[in-house]
């Protein structure tokens, strides 16, 4: 299951808006989750678009561009994929490229599922937040391939962090019930 999500926000967004409504908040989904007609509707409405994976989706960046422009706030899965083993994967220069492209900062997030090491459906997660980072602190300049690779790195680092955090409260909540 997903581990890590990146938030891209718009800037005019202010920062002490963490929770974003409904209507504000979209992410991108696997292209075939829409397949099925019924899903797709359900996840069209929830304020899913579709990406195919994989490939450069030009028209999937330009809808997460257009939404950023709109002051929606953009949910980009770091990874790019889900993790079969709970631990984290590589991240994908994806969330930056469009961080930086559109002048926003991204919101790191990391879903820590309780009880397993893999988030899995209706069952219990903290849910993260941390520091917004403004794109000009991701460190591009030019817009490179390394400084896009770096620039994730520096991101799934914060995610990592908030894992770590988290797991670490999660003990100290399970030993001080053993008491």
């Not at 202010?14 to 292209?31: E, G, K």
């Not at 069952?123 to 391939?145: C, N, Q, T, Y």
């Amino acid at each position: 299951m997903w581990s890590s999500v990146v938030t891209i926000w718009p800037i005019r967004t202010p920062c002490a808006y963490l929770v974003p409504s409904a209507d504000r908040f979209i992410t991108w989904q696997r292209r075939n989750f829409f397949q099925f007609k019924p899903f797709g509707f359900i996840l069209k409405k929830l304020g899913a678009f579709p990406v195919q994976r994989g490939k450069g989706d030009v028209e999937a960046i330009d809808t997460a561009a257009e939404l950023l422009r709109d002051d929606c706030a953009v949910g980009v899965f770091i990874e790019g994929t889900r993790s079969k083993n709970g631990e984290f994967g590589k991240p994908k220069a994806g969330a930056v490229m469009l961080a930086y492209n559109n002048h926003a900062p991204i919101l790191p997030v990391c879903i820590t599922p309780i009880g397993s090491k893999r988030p899995r459906l209706f069952h219990r997660a903290v849910v993260s937040f941390g520091e917004l980072i403004p794109f000009e602190e991701l460190g591009i300049h030019e817009g490179s391939g390394v400084e896009f690779r770096n620039a994730s790195r520096l991101v799934m680092d914060k995610i990592r962090a908030l894992r770590e955090r988290d797991l670490r409260e999660l003990e100290e909540k399970d030993a001080s019930n053993h008491i």
